[in-house]
Structures are given as structure tokens and as C-alpha cells.
């Protein structure tokens, strides 16, 4: 019985860690545990904002409604994200991870696939949460 509870305690352990999340040509096909899946409803925006800035998506993009995010080098470089809340949350982390994401833009012969930085589910979750509320996170 010892035995069993531990090897469940482990394999609870070993589920429960973040789960990279991969963009474009960088995307798993490997199945995502659900017990480490934070929902949607759970984002944070505050958190969404400091998980933005810490993948570097402020080097391309800027957010309209936060005017203090600060601004990386190639700001201007993506589209403008704004009015991100028409979108559904789940709808809009399709939109952030899809292997289409960036492919119209081109900047340095790159896309977005090129430059973004593997985030784990929560920062997904909270990125979603901090675009379509970013004043939240601003104020």
C-alpha cells in the first residue's frame, strides 16, 4: 500500500510541474496533462503582463489600451494588440500559439514563429487574461 501511495505521490509530482507551451515550427505534438492545465477563468492580468514583458513579446508588439508597457526595440515591428477582450479566451490563445501566428508579417526575412520564446501553460493563461483586460494590469 506504502508503495502505491508513493508511486502516486510521484506520479502526481511529475504531472503537476509547467508544461511548456511551444509556437509555430516549435509546437509539440505531445499530450498535455490535464492536471496541469490552469483554466482559463484562473488568469491573472497582472501577472499576464509581467509574463508579456519576460517573453520579450514587447519587442515587437505593443499593447493600446497600457501605454506604460515598456517598449522593446522592435515595437512597432508587430501589430498593435488591442481590443484583445472581442476575442474568447480560448480563441485567443489559438491565435497567440498558432503556427500561422506572425506568417503574413514579415520583419528581418523572420516571423513570429522566429522570435518567440517558449512559455509555460500558466503564462499562456495569464497572457490571454492580461490582453483581454489590460487596464487591469496597468492600473
Excluded: W
Amino acid at each position: 500500500m506504502r508503495r502505491f501511495l508513493a508511486l502516486c505521490f510521484l506520479a502526481f509530482t511529475y504531472c503537476s510541474t509547467p508544461i511548456p507551451v511551444r509556437f509555430g515550427a516549435h509546437q509539440s505534438t505531445a499530450p498535455v496533462i490535464a492536471i496541469s492545465n490552469p483554466t482559463f477563468m484562473e488568469g491573472n492580468a497582472i501577472a499576464g503582463r509581467r509574463a508579456f514583458i519576460d517573453a520579450q513579446c514587447i519587442d515587437c508588439h505593443r499593447v493600446g489600451e497600457d501605454p506604460r508597457l515598456p517598449a522593446g526595440p522592435r515595437s512597432i515591428a508587430g501589430p498593435l494588440l488591442e481590443g484583445m477582450d472581442r476575442y474568447e479566451a480560448r480563441e485567443l490563445a489559438r491565435r497567440i500559439t498558432s503556427r500561422e501566428a506572425g506568417s503574413s508579417e514579415e520583419l528581418f526575412n523572420r516571423t513570429m514563429k522566429d522570435y518567440a520564446q517558449p512559455i509555460t501553460a500558466r503564462q499562456l493563461v495569464d497572457i490571454v487574461a492580461y490582453l483581454r483586460n489590460p487596464k487591469r494590469a496597468a492600473a
